[in-house]
């Protein structure tokens, strides 16, 4: 992680913060009710910055409007005007996502006076897509160290405005890019926080797998300060996502950590069925409790007996088990109840 230490409202990046989760609105900001409905709930998944796209000055004043009732710090995303730039900041936009390469020097100077006056954070960086010609062919073709030059053209040009509140940020759609493209920036600016993500990762598992490939290599060279997962989905499950990550990664606590066996031919029980009844209760558990749900007796309290409390299929219905230590066996109609009733015993004692 990132030496420097920067601040976007309340929220601590880099230094010895937690690696953070941040998504993005994935509504206009023509439609403001319904941009705040999606921060409220984005808040709740545990989202800790939300990017909006800023493509309009019409859209000022619900982007303040924004940035005052949102629970989560804002970012303006902004390609190419730095008028909009000006604008989002003015509105008192916390940070805003800029490329330097895209505006003149003279609005350029304006944004970072506005910036260092403001106390406002600037995310710069690049996309495999957006490489140049030029950059491409100064890299002796090669795309990761294009993407990774291309960064640093744009950290000069705020370098020499002696600016330095600075989020860097190099994606690609290819995961073997973007590991080496951060990678290479991380070793010759550690001071820098680094925002990181597969862009456009995909849909479904094939966008999980190609996130969490990507995200998992770098998080576990130390190189990471915020991510987002880049999924055609709800942002909350992006956002789900990230803390799934990081809790296999052992980095974040966010959330139930779910043991459960993939099954065999020695299941007394459908896991899946049984997960699906009980995740009720546990999206109510506190954070970084261990459950277990296991086909099972065999690998039910023993492969599991680290687990805070768990459910393992026996011949009269389920076991309850804490520890790998059998408390009690059920029937699968008493399973959900009795699970509720452990759960809330387990949520105190967590407490």
């Known amino acids: ?32 009710e ?10 709740s998944a545990g989202c800790e910055l939300v990017r909006a796209a800023f493509p309009s000055f019409d859209l000022r004043k619900n982007l303040e409007w924004l940035n005052e009732l949102s629970p989560v710090p804002l970012m303006a995303d902004i390609h190419f005007d730095g008028e909009l730039a000006l604008a989002a900041l003015e509105a008192g936009i916390p940070s805003i996502r800029i490329n330097p390469g895209n505006m003149s020097p003279s609005r350029l100077r304006d944004i970072v006076s506005s910036a260092r006056e403001k106390s406002a954070v600037l995310r710069i960086g690049a996309n495999g897509g957006s490489l140049s010609r030029s950059q491409l062919e ?13 960064v ?35 070793s010759k600016y550690p001071e820098f926080p680094m925002h ?50 990081l809790r296999a990664l052992e980095m974040r606590s966010r959330g139930v950590n779910v043991v459960s066996c993939p099954t065999c031919g020695r299941k007394r029980i459908d896991v899946r069925a049984i997960l699906e009844k ?56 008493e399973l959900p109840g009795v699970f509720s009733q452990f759960a809330t015993n387990s949520r105190e004692k967590k407490q």
Request: hydrophobic share 40%; aromatic share 2%; proline share 3%.
């Open 1 to 32: 992680m990132s030496s420097r230490r920067l601040h976007i409202k309340n929220t601590g990046i880099g230094g010895n913060n937690p690696v953070r989760v941040e998504s993005m609105l994935k509504i206009s900001l023509t439609m403001k």
């Open 34 to 43: 319904e941009c705040l409905d999606q921060c409220i709930s984005l808040h």
């Open 138 to 150: 100064a890299a002796g073709g090669i795309r990761s160290d294009a993407l990774a030059a291309a």
């Open 152 to 186: 640093e053209e744009q950290l000069r040009i705020l370098l020499s405005e002696e600016f330095d509140d600075i989020i860097l940020s190099a994606k690609s759609t290819s995961v073997n890019e973007t590991v080496r493209a951060n990678t290479l920036l991380a």
């Open 196 to 245: 990181i993500g597969i862009t456009e990762s995909g849909y479904g598992r094939d966008g999980l797998v190609k996130s969490a490939a990507g995200l998992a290599l770098l998080l576990s060279q130390g190189i990471g300060d915020t991510l987002r997962i880049s999924l055609t989905d709800k942002p909350e499950e992006e956002v789900l996502a990230g803390y799934s990550l």
């Open 278 to 333: 009980l995740e009720p209760v546990m999206a109510d558990l506190p954070d970084a409790l261990t459950v277990a749900v296991m086909g099972c007796e065999v690998n039910g309290p023993r492969e599991a007996m680290d687990a805070d409390f768990g459910v393992a299929g026996s011949p009269g219905g389920a076991v309850i088990f804490r520890k790998g230590k059998v408390l009690r066996e059920v029937s699968l109609e």
